[in-house]
């Protein structure tokens, strides 16, 4: 069974830091393309980074390029993604998500709030 676990989460002040985590599990994890969306209170579910599955190439939405930064260890089976410079619009629940041919899992989520 698949299952994704996101964890880092939290409150942080504008400008602040924080690293979220994936832990992927009942999966081959090198083989799956990852990503991180997230989704604020009353808009759609965004794409925010997306790393091939041996780490080899990242895609970024414009918002958070050059803020922030998303990475894999596949002998952990684990994702991450680091965020700096963090501002208000960056509060939102985020989700990892990893795809491998049809098949395609969701973690549950987890919440970051960027405020003073």
């Known amino acids: 069974q698949v299952q994704l676990v996101e964890s880092g989460g939290g409150l942080v002040q504008p400008g602040g830091s924080l690293r979220l985590s994936c832990a992927a599990s009942?999966?081959?994890?090198?083989?799956?393309?990852t990503s991180w969306y997230r989704q604020a209170p009353g808009k759609e579910r965004e794409l925010v980074a997306t790393?091939?599955?041996?780490?080899?190439?990242?895609n970024y939405a414009d918002s958070v390029k050059g803020r922030f930064t998303i990475s894999r260890d596949n002998a952990k089976n684990t994702v991450y993604l680091e965020m700096n410079s963090m501002k208000s619009e960056d509060t939102a629940m985020y989700y990892c998500?990893?795809?491998?041919?049809?098949?395609?899992?969701w973690g549950q989520g987890t919440q970051v709030t960027v405020s003073s």
């Open positions: 790393i091939s599955s041996y780490g080899t190439a990242t």
């Open positions: 998500n990893a795809k491998y041919g049809p098949g395609t899992y």
């Open positions: 009942g999966v081959t994890f090198s083989r799956y393309v």
